[in-house]
């Protein structure tokens, strides 16, 4: 059975950042482009930065420069390492398979970005 839990998320003010993790289990973790989705209050949930099993990132226009993943793939693991967050920013954090959610998804980490 697939399974993700995420976690790092918080409160923050704006320009300031956060980590997020996500521990994967159930599939081969290492074979997979891993996703970070957002959703937003009233708004579906979007693609915001992918990692391929080789470590190459793609990331959403709205969060380049200053959203970078990683991924450990010996721990089964992607990161999101957040900066300069903005009001926008705001949501619940997925990880899931990218750019394809294939699997259920985990219960997300709460990311708000308030002053």
């Known amino acids: 059975q697939v399974q993700f839990v995420e976690s790092g998320g918080g409160l923050v003010q704006p320009g300031g950042s956060l980590r997020l993790s996500c521990t994967a289990s159930?599939?081969?973790?290492?074979?997979?482009?891993m996703g970070w989705y957002r959703q937003a209050p009233g708004n579906q949930r979007e693609l915001v930065a992918r990692i391929t099993s080789s470590g190459i990132t793609i990331y959403l226009d709205s969060v380049k420069g200053r959203f970078a993943a990683s991924r450990d793939n010996a721990k089964s693991t992607v990161y999101l390492q957040m900066n300069s967050l903005k009001l926008e920013d705001t949501g619940v954090y997925y990880c899931?398979?990218?750019?394809?959610?294939?699997?259920?998804w985990g219960q997300g980490t709460q990311v708000t970005v308030s002053s």
């Open positions: 159930g599939f081969f973790f290492g074979d997979y482009t």
């Open positions: 899931n398979s990218a750019p394809q959610s294939l699997y259920s």
